[in-house]
C-alpha cells in the first residue's frame, strides 16, 4: 500500500550511465534521487498559480 499522495514509479538506467559508473555497483536497496518532469511550467506560473488555489 502507498501512502496518500505518494506514487509508485519504475525507474531505468540507460547502459551507457550504468557503464560510466565504473567500478561502483548499484544494489536493490541503494538510495538514489531523480527529478520526474510532469510538464511544462513558465517562472510566472509558479508566482500565479498559488494565488489562484487560494482564490478558488
Do not use: C, H, N
Amino acid at each position: 500500500m502507498v501512502a496518500s499522495g505518494a506514487y509508485t514509479v519504475r525507474i531505468g538506467i540507460a547502459a551507457e550511465e550504468v557503464a560510466s559508473l565504473g567500478p561502483i555497483k548499484i544494489v536493490p536497496g541503494m538510495p538514489f534521487e531523480t527529478f520526474i518532469k510532469t510538464g511544462d511550467r513558465s517562472v510566472a506560473s509558479y508566482f500565479i498559480k498559488p494565488l489562484i488555489d487560494q482564490a478558488m
